[in-house]
């Protein structure tokens, strides 16, 4: 386990990996060149269904500098700019996107021992304002998450989270949707040795008094290979196999099943991520 409890977004977050990560219904194919300067570009390809998206990230590092600059089939031009540790724990990262004008935003990450805060704000007349932050250790942690619009004098986000920390487990519990909906997830490791582990996430919302639940499990059939099977309670079965078959680079088949109408194809997906 690491120093302190980190920001907001790794409150369930293990449970999350575990359950909806790697799983797709598309095919997607990745391409990772470096150069000798050390600059990389990714080119990633998908088909969904008929549609076919693209883009090309291309992510140059000087120093504590980073820059991310990805173009996609719909002419959108993202520029991420991250400068790490410009003193101690702190993080800046400056992001828009060409041609919206009101997409710039910068935000400010923290990291302490007893601490994690993130805030951001938009850079327009009227911006959004969003601030994270998680006290605790990283054993026990408390955290909300709020964004307030200034144009309209409304909170437009307010979630509060709890989690719980130990050497084989992790369990968390957050209210989201401003009260409206309640999620719990849990995380346990069975055998550190084959990465095998169990994880469940139960959402119930209020409102509608409709609750969602997912269980999922994964295990390493060698060094090389994981599988990972999910089920949830509207009968929606999924399964994944994933091989690397050389360093960083990982090949992909997941499908999923509808349980109440075996009567439809299932849905395959495929996945290559190539690395140097």
Not at 9 to 33: N, P, V
Not at 109 to 124: F, P, R, V
Not at 232 to 237: D, H, I, L, R, S
Request: a neutral charge; glycine letters at 8%; one cysteine or more.
């Amino acid at each position: 386990m690491g120093k302190g409890p980190g920001l907001y977004t790794e409150i369930g977050k293990k449970a999350r990996d575990l359950l909806y990560k790697d799983y797709q219904t598309d095919q997607k194919f990745t391409l990772t060149t470096t150069s000798p300067t050390g600059v990389a570009i990714t080119s990633a390809g998908t088909k969904k269904g008929e549609l076919f998206l693209a883009d090309v990230n291309t992510q140059l590092k000087n120093k504590n500098v980073t820059t991310d600059i990805k173009v996609d089939t719909n002419s959108n031009l993202f520029t991420t700019i991250t400068v790490d540790e410009p003193a101690p724990g702190l993080k800046t990262i400056f992001s828009f996107r060409v041609p919206d004008q009101r997409s710039g935003k910068i935000e400010l990450q923290y990291l302490h021992e007893y601490a994690g805060i993130s805030s951001s704000i938009g850079l327009t007349a009227n911006p959004v304002v969003n601030f994270s932050g998680v006290l605790g250790t990283n054993v026990l942690a408390l955290g909300t998450d709020i964004s307030f619009d200034t144009k309209t004098g409304n909170f437009t986000k307010c979630n509060a989270g709890l989690s719980f920390t130990n050497e084989d487990l992790i369990a968390s519990l957050a209210l989201n949707e401003k009260g409206d909906s309640v999620n719990a997830s849990y995380y346990h490791i069975v055998n550190p040795f084959t990465n095998t582990s169990v994880g469940a996430e139960v959402t119930h919302t209020l409102s509608t008094n409709v609750n969602t639940i997912t269980v999922g499990t994964q295990h390493a059939l060698d060094p090389l290979t994981t599988v990972k099977a999910r089920v949830t309670n509207v009968g929606k079965a999924s399964a994944l196999i994933q091989h690397e078959w050389r360093p960083k680079s990982l090949f992909t088949i997941s499908g999923e099943v509808d349980t109440k109408s075996i009567d439809k194809s299932p849905k395959v997906g495929l996945a290559l991520a190539l690395k140097p």
